[in-house]
């Protein structure tokens, strides 16, 4: 069954230095995500992409953040200036454009920002 | 897109018995997502029920759904170990609208 990969599986980075995590979606799917889960907490959401391009981001998205689908297959996160907070699982998801299709996930970037 | 509020937060039974978590929600719905969590990795969907359907079986899952009480169980039969999970559930809004997750309920399956 095809799934969604993320690399790298850990990454550790110091407070202040750029970071990017790639995702390979499923090939078919139309619609991409970035969620995060900080430690013991719920898994919030990021972003949607679509049509190349944001359709939806949160509050936690803010300019620090951008997200690119740089060619037919990957999709990617970037953190530009790193923060303590910012340490957390990053997975991507992405799902088919069909009604009533779920998403699937990555199992995830841990980042851990010292 | 709305959250789904998961009822208990946490759930503690012996392999083999059956395992029942609930979820509400509040406003109209296309559908309701289920999903499985396992310490330390992604999501993984389990099931989807169609907001015009009230019953959804898939091998030892049972899922229903009343829209009426905006409501939806979730029913785990015959629980093994390796059920040992976060489950979430998640309304679903539309076909470009995002999934938000709640905290869940924590599920413990001993032997």
């Known amino acids: 069954e095809p799934e969604v990969t993320q690399t790298p599986s850990h990454q550790v980075t110091q407070m202040g230095q750029e970071v990017i995590l790639h995702c390979v979606p499923i090939?078919?799917?139309?619609?991409f995500y970035w969620y995060r889960q900080i430690l013991g907490q719920k898994v919030e959401f990021l972003v949607s992409?679509?049509?190349?391009?944001?359709?939806?981001k949160s509050e936690i998205f803010d300019d620090q953040f951008s997200v690119e689908r740089p060619d037919g297959s990957n999709f990617t996160l970037k953190i530009r200036s790193t923060k303590l907070e910012d340490s957390a699982m990053y997975f991507c998801a992405s799902k088919a454009g069909t009604d009533n299709s779920p998403l699937h996930f990555g199992n995830g970037t841990r980042l851990t920002v010292t | 897109s709305q959250q789904g509020e998961e009822d208990p937060q946490a759930l503690s039974i012996q392999e083999g018995e059956n395992a029942t978590m609930n979820c509400s929600y509040k406003t109209s719905i296309n559908n309701l997502q289920w999903y499985r969590q396992n310490s330390g990795r992604g999501l993984v969907h389990l099931i989807l029920i169609r907001s015009n359907e009230r019953e959804k079986h898939s091998g030892r899952l049972r899922v229903t759904l009343d829209t009426s009480k905006k409501s939806s169980s979730l029913l785990i039969t015959a629980s093994r170990a390796a059920d040992t999970a976060s489950y979430f559930c998640?309304?679903?809004?539309?076909?470009?609208?995002?999934?938000?997750f709640g905290t869940g309920t924590r599920l413990q399956v001993t032997l």
């Open positions: 090939s078919n799917h139309l619609y």
């Open positions: 992409f679509y049509n190349n391009e944001i359709s939806e």
């Open positions: 998640a309304p679903g809004t539309g076909t470009a609208s995002k999934l938000t």
